[in-house]
Each structure stands twice: as C-alpha cells, then as structure tokens.
Nanobody, 115 residues
Framework: VQLVESGGGLVQPGGSLRLSCAAS????????MNWHRQAPGKERELVTS????????YYPDSVKGRFTLSRDNAKNTVYLQMNSLKPEDTAVYYC?????????WGQGTRVTVSS
C-alpha cells in the first residue's frame, strides 16, 4: 500500500489549495479514504472522509463549508479542495486508509497559512 500526498504549500489567509493523494497497492475503489492533519504541538485529527463511491463525505464543523473532498476511482486519487483557508488550518495533512486492522498513511504534505 502506498499513499502519496501532494499540493501543500504556503498560502495567504483566505486563499485556496488543492491537495491530492495518489493511492496504489490496494483496490482503491472499495475503501473509505480519509484526510487527517496535525498542527504543531497538537494531536493528529480527522479532517474529512469519503465513502468508496464518493458518498457522504464527512466534515467536522471546523472545515465544513470550506473543504471539499472528492475522489476519482479511475485514477486512484482523492482530492481535498481547501478554500477560505485560515491560519489555524496550518498543519501537515496526511492521507489515510484503513484496510482490515491496519492503518496506512502517506508521508504528509505541509500546509502553511500565513500572511
């Protein structure tokens, strides 16, 4: 299983970024995919999840209305569109999948929101 995130960077408050996670080594289209983030000095937290067919994305209140998760099962990729970014969104963002009893993680992509 391999998860490779990309798309992070430095953005000003109010700006946008789109993160991508390219997956391989498993049957991508049959699994829920998740994004987590870890801010400096804080615990890793779930940002959003999406069902295997793109149904019912989950968003906590902290990102609802600003973040949109989608997936392209033909490309084995999930996309996290982040709009109206805030300084508190600064974190390393990780793609994640749970297969059976195992959790798999990408290497993370850093997002910094600062003026």
């Amino acid at each position: 299983v391999q998860l490779v995130e990309s798309g992070g960077g430095l953005v000003q408050p109010g700006g946008s970024l789109r993160l991508s996670c390219a997956a391989s080594g498993f049957t991508f289209s049959t699994y829920v995919m998740n994004w987590h983030r870890q801010a400096p000095g804080k615990e890793r937290e779930l940002v959003t999840s999406i069902g295997s067919a793109g149904e019912s994305p989950y968003y906590p209140d902290s990102v609802k209305g600003r973040f949109t998760l989608s997936r392209d099962n033909a490309k084995n990729t999930v996309y996290l569109q982040m709009n109206s970014l805030k300084p508190e969104d600064t974190a390393v963002y990780y793609c994640n999948v749970r297969i059976g009893f195992h959790q798999y993680w990408g290497q993370g992509t850093r997002v910094t929101v600062s003026s």
